[in-house]
């Protein structure tokens, strides 16, 4: 995920039983070009195994030269964005755009699939709108082009995130499909997690915004999965994976840039919790993270806490 599955986040999640943790999107015409922002997206963390990067891109070559850099970094595997519906994506004719341009995306395929070294997957919506479903053909190219997975969000790119994502379409799907399948979209409770799970036509799920502020949700479905236990975090926990985090991040960006993104999971981590509102207005106005584990700290030995 943009912006959120950064090295950090990735460990963190792994140390709650995450099999695998994907990379930030990264730029394919950026690696190829040797854009520095782009090449440090691509490190692994020593978490990272297997290191799955995902790339984005229109260019059939680019990417696969781009996938071929990216496996001399220490990738493991490589998925391609064909879902992002975000406007600066979509107009380079990468993420969702390929959805409306499935020749190209079966290019990107094919360029992949005549690299043996690089085993890749792809990640879909199901079609731009409504009306143009396309999951069952990029399933089909998916398979043919020997990709080793599809994931997919079932919305349309259009949907953005508004509505919800339809299960039922994409288990119909997956039930035809010679490629495992991997579903995406609105796993916000371990019993959701279970059910799809539990579906004889997928192979796996995979979590996104239901993370925030929660990267121990892995160990949640596992231990329902494993031990049929209802298993949550005590505050303690809770608090040394806040510190954990801070603390990741401050290696991965530095004191100063490290802050700001620390800021955003801060406000996810306490969210609903008595004193949160006060607490995320504080937390703004503090620039350090000393100050921030202080402001931690008293959150956490008011009675409120209890609550967390
Ligand atoms: C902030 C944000 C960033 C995302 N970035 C990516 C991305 O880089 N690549 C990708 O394939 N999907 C990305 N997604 C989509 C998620 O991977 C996921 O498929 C989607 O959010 C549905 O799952 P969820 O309801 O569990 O969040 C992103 C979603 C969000 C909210």
């Given at each position: 995920m943009a912006g959120i599955s950064d090295r950090s986040f990735r460990r963190l999640c792994r140390s709650f039983g995450a099999d695998f943790a994907v990379s930030e999107m990264v730029s394919a015409k950026g690696l190829v070009y040797g854009d520095r922002k782009s090449r440090i997206l691509l490190a692994p963390d020593a978490s990272d195994k297997p290191h799955w990067v995902q790339l984005f891109g229109s260019e059939p070559e680019i990417i696969r030269e781009a996938a071929q850099i990216a496996m001399a970094a220490g990738a493991d595997l490589i998925d391609i964005n064909?879902?992002?519906?975000?406007?600066?994506?979509?107009?380079?004719?990468?993420?969702?755009?390929?959805?409306?341009?499935?020749?190209?995306?079966?290019?990107?395929?094919?360029?992949?699939?005549?690299?043996?070294?690089?085993?890749?997957?792809?990640?879909?919506?199901?079609?731009?709108?409504?009306?143009?479903?396309?999951?069952?053909?990029?399933?089909?190219?998916?398979?043919?082009?020997?990709?080793?997975?599809?994931?997919?969000?079932?919305?349309?790119?259009?949907?953005?995130?508004?509505?919800?994502?339809?299960?039922?379409?994409?288990?119909?799907?997956?039930?035809?499909?010679?490629?495992?399948?991997?579903?995406?979209?609105?796993i916000t409770d371990t019993e959701t997690a279970k059910n799809y799970l539990a579906h004889p036509a997928l192979s796996g799920i995979m979590l996104g915004r239901g993370t925030y502020g929660r990267p121990w949700f892995f160990r949640e479905i596992k231990e329902l999965l494993e031990?049929?236990?209802?298993?949550?975090?005590?505050?303690?926990?809770?608090?040394?994976t806040i510190f954990k985090h801070g603390e990741l991040l401050k290696e991965e960006y530095g004191e100063k840039?490290?802050?700001?993104?620390?800021?955003?999971?801060?406000?996810?981590?306490?969210?609903?919790?008595?004193?949160?509102?006060?607490?995320?207005?504080?937390?703004?106005?503090?620039?350090?993270?000393?100050?921030?584990?202080?402001?931690?700290?008293?959150?956490?030995?008011?009675?409120?806490?209890?609550?967390?």
């Open positions: 064909m879902g992002c519906p975000v406007r600066k994506v979509v107009k380079t004719g990468a993420g969702a755009a390929l959805l409306q341009e499935p020749q190209r995306a079966a290019k990107i395929m094919q360029a992949l699939d005549r690299s043996p070294t690089v085993p890749y997957t792809i990640k879909v919506r199901t079609g731009w709108d409504h009306e143009t479903f396309v999951l069952n053909n990029f399933i089909e190219m998916a398979a043919k082009f020997n990709a080793k997975a599809l994931i997919c969000h079932p919305r349309s790119a259009k949907m953005m995130f508004s509505g919800k994502a339809d299960w039922e379409q994409l288990f119909l799907a997956a039930e035809k499909a010679s490629l495992p399948i991997i579903g995406s979209g609105d031990n049929g236990k209802n298993w949550l975090p005590d505050s303690g926990l809770k608090r040394e840039h490290s802050l700001l993104i620390y800021r955003k999971h801060l406000a996810w981590y306490i969210k609903g919790i008595p004193g949160a509102a006060a607490f995320r207005k504080k937390i703004f106005t503090l620039t350090d993270h000393t100050a921030i584990a202080d402001t931690v700290n008293e959150l956490f030995h008011k009675p409120a806490i209890n609550h967390f």
